[in-house]
């Protein structure tokens, strides 16, 4: 099982450009999540999903939309980047049981020029 | 809103000795969790404390949860470099079934 991934691992925008950031989940589980690291700040949830076609809005959602097509899909948008959503973000997924442990994927760090 | 704290958030100190990282939080939440994060990669689940008084241990860590104190306790023995990272805690927001996390404490074990 490869668990959580996500692509791209590295991305580079100018202010104003528009990307969609893949993750992808190979265990089944019903919850994904978004969220976003910033130095000194934790992490942050932007938004979730509690099952295929479901989306929900976390604790910074603007700026960011995001859709889950397919179960094992979960995918954030940026539609016009601004320097401000400059970070590391983890996506992450988790069964629908009491346990509730999220599973990270390896990251994507972007910057906004 | 959950609102849950960590301290220290920078922690230095030497192989061998002992020393407990603190996660505080705001309003019920009957589960914690705790992660570790080496530099520049991911987050790594280390324990899940369902219920009050769950102790949890693995090698050289130890989680607790007092849900009455609203407190998590993270205990490191005998310290060893390889234990150098940063360890976030996190509880959940009830019926929703979201994580809030901590700041994160910063660990450094010198030799």
């Known amino acids: 099982n490869a668990g959580v991934t996500q692509t791209p691992k590295f991305r580079v925008l100018k202010t104003g450009q528009s990307m969609t950031l893949l993750c992808a989940q190979d265990?089944?589980?019903?919850?994904m999540y978004w969220y976003r690291q910033d130095p000194g700040m934790g992490l942050r949830l932007i938004h979730y999903?509690?099952?295929?076609?479901?989306?929900a809005k976390g604790e910074v959602p603007d700026g960011y939309n995001v859709s889950r097509l397919k179960k094992q899909n979960f995918l954030l948008g940026l539609e016009s980047a601004a320097p401000s959503q400059t970070s590391v973000y983890f996506c992450?997924?988790?069964?629908?049981?009491?346990?509730?442990?999220?599973?990270f994927g390896p990251g994507t760090r972007l910057t906004v020029l | 809103e959950l609102k849950v704290e960590q301290n220290p958030l920078f922690l230095s100190m030497q192989e061998g000795k002992n020393y407990t990282i603190y996660c505080n939080y705001s309003?019920?939440?009957?589960?914690l969790y705790w992660y570790r994060q080496d530099p520049g990669k991911s987050l790594e689940s280390l324990f899940v404390?369902?219920?009050?008084?769950a102790v949890k241990q693995e090698g050289r860590l130890m989680a607790s949860l007092d849900t009455k104190a609203r407190l998590s306790t993270l205990h490191i023995t005998a310290a060893v470099h390889d234990l150098s990272a940063t360890y976030f805690c996190?509880?959940?927001?009830?019926?929703?079934?979201?994580?809030?996390f901590g700041q994160g404490t910063r660990l450094t074990i010198n030799p």
């Open positions: 992450a997924s988790s069964s629908s049981g009491r346990r509730n442990e999220q599973f």
């Open positions: 265990m089944n589980h019903e919850y």
């Open positions: 999903s509690v099952g295929e076609g479901t989306t």
């Open positions: 309003t019920t939440s009957d589960r």
């Open positions: 404390l369902l219920s009050n008084g």
């Open positions: 996190a509880g959940i927001i009830q019926g929703a079934q979201k994580l809030v």
